[in-house]
C-alpha cells in the first residue's frame, strides 16, 4: 500500500504559480515603502518639527525605498511603483499581462499602508488638532499620507513638476540595471536607488513632496478621503490630486525613452574592435586617474 506524503506546513502554504509570487512581493515592498515612508512625516508633522523635519523625512523616506526594494527586488524587481511597472512594459522589460497585477498589488499595498499608520498614530492624531483631521492650514495633517502643493504653484508647473521628476527617476533606473553600462553591484541596486530618492527629494521636493508615484499618493489620499479628512483631499490645490498620477505615467515613458534612444542602444557590440578599443581607453583613463 502506498503511503501518502505527510506535506509540512511549508509545503501547504508555499506558493507555486510565479505571478502571484511577484504580485505579493510588489503589495508587501508598497506596503514597507508607504507605511515606513509617511511615519517619517508623521512624526514631524505630529510632534510639531520637536522629532523631525525635512532632513528626516527625505532620509526616512529614501530608506523606506532601499528597505521595500530590498523587501521584494529578488521575486518582483521591486518596482514599488505602477509608473515604473508601466515603463518596464512600455520598453519591453516585462510583460504586459503582468501589469495589472503589479499596479493593483501597488495600489492596495498602499492604502493598506495608510490604515496601519493611521492606526499606529490615531491618538496623536486625535490630539494634534482637537480631534479635527484638517487638510490645510498650521493644524493640517493630510500632508502625512499624500502630497499637496504649495499655494503659489499654477497647475501647468505642477505637472511639469511630477513629469521631470519621474523622467529623471527613470532615466536612472533603466542606468542602473544596463548591464551594458557601469551597473551597480548585485545586490547594492536598493541602496543606489534610494540614494536617488534623497537626491530627487532633496533638490526637486519643494513644489508639491515629489511624489513621483501613482500609488504612494493615491491610495493614502483615499483611504483619508474615507478615515475622515473628506472628500475635499481631491479638490484641494486646484484639484492636483489627478497631478501624480498622470504625471508619473507619462514621464515614465520619456524617462525610458532618452535613456534607451540617447544611452542603450548606442552600446557597442561586445564583438566588434571598437568595443574593445573602448574598453581599453575607459581603463587607461580609470589608471591615469
Not at 543606489?192 to 532633496?202: D, R
Amino acid at each position: 500500500m502506498d503511503r501518502k506524503v505527510k506535506k509540512t506546513f511549508k509545503d501547504k502554504i508555499i506558493l507555486k504559480n510565479p505571478l502571484v509570487k511577484e504580485t505579493v512581493a510588489e503589495f508587501l515592498g508598497t506596503f514597507m515603502m508607504v507605511f515606513l515612508g509617511c511615519g517619517s512625516v508623521a512624526q514631524a508633522v505630529l510632534s510639531r518639527g520637536a522629532a523631525g523635519g525635512v532632513i528626516t523625512i527625505n532620509i526616512g523616506f529614501s530608506l523606506a525605498v532601499v528597505m521595500a526594494v530590498y523587501v521584494a527586488g529578488g521575486v518582483s524587481g521591486g518596482h514599488i511603483n505602477p509608473a515604473v511597472s508601466f515603463a518596464m512594459c512600455l520598453y519591453g522589460r516585462m510583460k504586459w499581462y503582468k501589469f495589472p497585477f503589479y499596479m493593483a498589488a501597488q495600489f492596495l499595498g498602499a492604502f493598506l499602508a495608510a490604515a496601519g499608520l493611521f492606526g499606529v498614530y490615531y491618538d496623536a492624531l486625535m490630539s494634534f488638532a482637537g480631534g479635527k483631521l484638517i487638510i490645510t492650514g498650521e493644524n493640517a495633517t493630510a500632508q502625512i499620507f499624500a502630497t499637496y502643493p504649495v499655494q503659489y504653484l499654477t497647475v501647468g508647473n505642477e505637472f511639469a513638476d511630477q513629469v521631470v521628476s519621474s523622467t529623471i527617476l527613470l532615466i536612472v533606473v533603466f542606468a542602473i540595471f544596463d548591464e551594458k553600462n557601469w551597473r551597480v553591484p548585485k545586490g547594492l541596486e536598493p541602496i543606489v536607488i534610494g540614494l536617488l530618492i534623497l537626491l530627487l527629494s532633496s533638490s526637486l521636493g519643494l513644489n508639491s513632496g515629489c511624489a513621483m508615484n501613482p500609488a504612494r499618493d493615491l491610495s493614502p489620499r483615499l483611504f483619508t478621503a474615507l478615515a475622515g479628512w473628506g472628500f475635499e483631499v481631491f479638490t484641494a490645490g486646484h484639484y492636483f490630486w489627478w497631478i501624480p498620477i498622470v504625471g508619473p505615467f507619462l514621464g515614465g515613458a520619456l524617462g525610458g525613452f532618452i535613456y534607451i534612444y540617447g544611452i542603450e542602444i548606442h552600446h557597442a557590440d561586445p564583438n566588434t574592435d571598437e568595443k574593445m578599443e573602448q574598453v581599453e581607453e575607459k581603463h587607461e583613463l580609470s589608471v591615469i586617474m
